[in-house]
């Protein structure tokens, strides 16, 4: 191999890095190697890479001669073209970090990079579901009014409870009064896994995703205001709201009694059932349409109950049955 075949294979590696490209690269090398002089005018038409070559700086009329090309040495031409392709490469670099700045900006800017996220109208229902769909071990909610979904059936909950999910609700009293709520929603799932515990009343609504989100929303609301949803991040205020389920968690009592079975210690499930729905609120008419009791046999039914108890009204029947764990 040459030694100008070395140099033209070294060199034009190097030259298209520098952003030349392969017409520049040989008229460069034909200039560095003498075998091209360049045109005797330099401003006469010719091959366009020479004069390319000049408005780079690495040619340059010979001084000599005055009427020709010749090569800028590359420790020099070399420099100018790595200092223009550097101060591109600065160029480019700050356009990029300005864009990102920017779009950073924007973001911090947007509510769903703070702690706090409000979702409001039609996308809370598509919120919700891909939240509670995202959980890896369990969801803990406060079931309370009012709803965002019309419908009972409960079915996310029942896939997830599918896969090993565990589930842990509180319901309150206004749940169990939703006509249908009770046998389409919440005895399927507990059927399927899901511990279920009831309070008179829940102050807000709740579900905790994992250790990592939580959805809030108010258990009331304005009939005039729209529905709005709160999304909440990693914080002080998602350890509040975790605390504040678990200590509810703690003081529930059981929705449906452990029993599947009657024994000889307490009622039947059909009685206790009763009983649970009382304890957790629900109004006589509710019992009576979710049962399917007729009046007659509500009352006779819980008018045993009370004589069995030594209760002579329903807060003491309440307080005998959870004493004598005929609420679980």
């Known amino acids: 191999m040459?030694?100008?075949?070395?140099?033209?294979?070294?060199?034009?590696?190097?030259?298209?890095?520098?952003?030349?490209?392969?017409?520049?690269c040989a008229a460069y090398e034909r200039l560095l190697l003498a075998r091209d002089p360049g045109p005797r005018d330099p401003?006469?038409?010719?091959?366009?890479?020479?004069?390319?070559?000049?408005?780079?700086?690495?040619?340059?009329?010979d001084p000599l001669s005055g009427d020709r090309l010749v090569a800028v040495p590359p420790d020099v031409g070399l420099e100018i073209l790595a200092g223009r392709r550097q101060a591109a490469i600065h160029r480019a670099r700050s356009t990029v970090l300005a864009a990102y700045e920017e779009f950073r900006r924007s973001?911090?800017?947007?509510?769903?990079?703070?702690?706090?996220?409000?979702?409001?109208?039609?996308?809370?229902?598509?919120?919700?579901?891909?939240?509670?769909?995202?959980?890896?071990?369990?969801?803990?909610?406060?079931?309370?009014?009012?709803?965002?979904?019309?419908?009972?059936?409960?079915?996310?909950?029942?896939?997830?409870?599918?896969t090993g999910i565990r589930y842990r609700v509180v319901y309150a009293a206004g749940s169990l009064a939703r006509p249908g709520y009770l046998d389409g929603n919440i005895a399927p799932c507990v059927a399927a896994g899901e511990q279920a515990r009831q309070a008179p009343a829940l102050p807000v609504k709740l579900t905790l995703v994992d250790d990592r989100l939580a959805l809030l929303s108010p258990s009331a609301r304005p009939a005039e205001s729209s529905p709005v949803l709160l999304m909440v991040r990693p914080s002080g205020l998602l350890s509040a709201l975790a605390g504040l389920f678990e200590l509810t968690w703690r003081t529930a009592a059981p929705?449906?009694?452990?029993?599947?079975?009657?024994?000889?210690?307490?009622?039947?499930?059909?009685?206790?059932?009763?009983?649970?729905?009382?304890?957790?609120?629900?109004?006589d008419e509710h019992v009576i349409?979710?049962?399917?009791?007729?009046?007659?046999?509500?009352?006779?039914?819980?008018?045993?109950?009370?004589?069995?108890?030594?209760?002579?009204?329903?807060?003491?029947?309440?307080?005998?049955?959870?004493?004598?764990?005929w609420l679980g």
């Open 2 to 24: 040459t030694v100008g075949a070395t140099i033209g294979a070294d060199l034009a590696g190097h030259l298209e890095l520098l952003g030349l490209d392969p017409a520049e």
């Open 43 to 61: 401003g006469a038409p010719g091959d366009p890479a020479l004069h390319s070559l000049v408005d780079l700086g690495l040619a340059t009329v």
């Open 107 to 162: 973001r911090h800017a947007h509510p769903a990079d703070g702690v706090v996220e409000e979702v409001a109208g039609e996308a809370i229902r598509q919120r919700i579901r891909q939240v509670e769909r995202s959980a890896t071990a369990e969801i803990r909610r406060f079931d309370t009014p009012p709803y965002f979904f019309p419908d009972v059936a409960n079915t996310v909950e029942l896939d997830q409870l599918a």
């Open 255 to 283: 929705l449906y009694p452990a029993a599947t079975t009657p024994d000889r210690c307490g009622p039947p499930p059909a009685e206790r059932r009763l009983l649970a729905l009382l304890a957790a609120g629900a109004t």
């Open 289 to 325: 349409r979710d049962l399917g009791l007729s009046r007659r046999t509500f009352y006779r039914r819980l008018g045993a109950l009370m004589t069995r108890a030594g209760a002579a009204n329903r807060v003491q029947l309440a307080m005998y049955a959870r004493r004598a764990g």
